[in-house]
C-alpha cells in the first residue's frame, strides 16, 4: 500500500503561483506571450497562474512521453502531442510541473528552440535537488524540494493523485 504524506500545502502553492504570476505579469507587460504546458502535469499549474495574470496571453498545449515505467526516466523522450498555434517570433514560457533530471524539459526546450521564438523561459513549480543530468535555466521556480516522489497538484503516481489540491510525498 502506497501511503500519500503532505509536504506542500494549498496555500504554500498558491503563495508560489502568485508570486511567479506577478514577475511573469510585469515582465511580459504589453507582450501577449504564449503559455506552452506540457501536460498533463502542468495543467493544474497552469490554471491557476493563468488565472493570476493580469496581461493579455495565450495558451497551448505540448505532450510529450519521457517515463517508460511509473516512476523512473527513461530518457528517451517523444512529442505525443504539439503545439497548434506557430511560436515564430512569439514569447514564450514553457510551464512544467517538475524538473527532476532535466531531460524530459531540455528536449522541449531544443525542439521549441528550433522554431524561432522571439524569447524562450520557462516556469516549473517544482525542481529536485541535486538531479540534474542536463543543465537548464530555469527563470521561475516555485519550490526546490529534496529527491523524493511527489505528487498531487498535478503530478501522478500511474495516472492516480493529480486532483490533491496539495502536494505529497508517495511513501511506498
Ligand atoms: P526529467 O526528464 O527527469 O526531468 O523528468 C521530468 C518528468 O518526470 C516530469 O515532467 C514528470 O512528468 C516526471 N516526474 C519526475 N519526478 C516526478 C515526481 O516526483 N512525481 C511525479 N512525476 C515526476
Ligand atoms: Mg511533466
Partial sequence: MATVVPFI????????????????SRDYHDQNPILVCILKGAVVFLA???RELTIPH?????????????????????ILKDLDTSIEGRNVIVIEDIVDTGQ???HILRTLRTRNPKSLRVAVLLKKEGREVVKLSLDHVG?????????G????????????????????
Avoid at 11 to 22: D, F, L, S, T, Y
Fill in 104 to 106: 524530459s524539459l531540455g
Fill in 143 to 151: 519550490f526546490t524540494i529534496p529527491n523524493k516522489f511527489v505528487v
Fill in 48 to 50: 491557476d497562474l493563468m
Fill in 153 to 172: 497538484y498535478g503530478l501522478d503516481y500511474a495516472e492516480k493523485y493529480r486532483n490533491l489540491p496539495y502536494i505529497g510525498i508517495l511513501e511506498r
Fill in 58 to 78: 495565450e495558451i497551448d498545449f505540448m505532450a510529450i512521453s519521457s517515463y517508460n515505467d511509473d516512476t523512473e526516466s527513461s530518457g528517451v523522450v517523444r
Fill in 9 to 24: 500545502t494549498e496555500q504554500q502553492i498558491q503563495k508560489a503561483v502568485n508570486e511567479i504570476a506577478g514577475q511573469i
